[in-house]
């Protein structure tokens, strides 16, 4: 996994906030980073700026996300936005370091074990857990769940 370090200056609104989406969204599509958003020049935000931040975080559940050197009114932001769910805070960079080196990478494979894929038949929408072979409960057809998470329409035999 690799590692992006992103100094957050000036005012961290709608710009600021598309702005890092189209930077990142290329690299973190095609594979999972640990990413450290470093607050301290952070001068002023908006609710857009922050949850653009979120959005980013969420559509790239593989990668991981922390925050640090965050002033009191922004901490109490980020914790009225509920970022902290997806992007968790701490007062020094080494302790960021630490969380993405360790604690985080743990509590991601936890999470990433369980996700989504579509039924190719009915395309109803069903809980997975990794490739495999998936029976559908709505159509009962049976179909294969590769490694990057595309579906086929046939049974693989192991």
């Given at each position: 996994m690799k590692e992006l370090i992103v100094n957050l200056q000036?005012?961290?609104?709608?710009?600021?906030?598309?702005?890092?989406?189209?930077?990142?969204?290329?690299?973190l599509i095609n594979f999972p980073h640990r990413i450290l958003l470093d607050a301290r020049e952070l001068?002023?935000?908006?609710?857009?700026?922050?949850?653009?931040?979120?959005?980013s975080s969420l559509s790239h559940a593989r990668?991981?996300?922390?925050?640090?050197?965050l002033s009191e009114a922004l901490a109490k932001d980020w914790d009225r936005l509920r970022l902290n769910e997806t992007i968790p805070y701490f007062s020094t960079r080494e302790e960021a370091k630490t969380y993405?080196?360790?604690?985080?990478?743990?509590?991601?494979?936890?999470?990433?074990?369980?996700s989504t894929a579509t039924c190719p038949a009915c395309l109803q929408i069903l809980r997975v857990?990794?490739?495999?072979?998936?029976?559908?409960?709505?159509?009962?057809?049976?179909?294969?769940?590769?490694a990057d998470y595309r579906t086929a329409s046939y049974e693989?035999?192991?």
């Amino acid at each position: 996994m690799k590692e992006l370090i992103v100094n957050l200056q000036g005012k961290l609104d709608s710009i600021l906030g598309s702005t890092f989406r189209e930077k990142t969204d290329d690299i973190l599509i095609n594979f999972p980073h640990r990413i450290l958003l470093d607050a301290r020049e952070l001068q002023g935000w908006d609710e857009a700026g922050l949850t653009l931040l979120k959005n980013s975080s969420l559509s790239h559940a593989r990668s991981i996300y922390a925050a640090c050197s965050l002033s009191e009114a922004l901490a109490k932001d980020w914790d009225r936005l509920r970022l902290n769910e997806t992007i968790p805070y701490f007062s020094t960079r080494e302790e960021a370091k630490t969380y993405l080196l360790s604690n985080g990478v743990e509590e991601k494979q936890t999470h990433s074990l369980e996700s989504t894929a579509t039924c190719p038949a009915c395309l109803q929408i069903l809980r997975v857990q990794g490739k495999g072979n998936y029976r559908c409960p709505t159509c009962s057809h049976t179909f294969y769940l590769t490694a990057d998470y595309r579906t086929a329409s046939y049974e693989k035999l192991f």
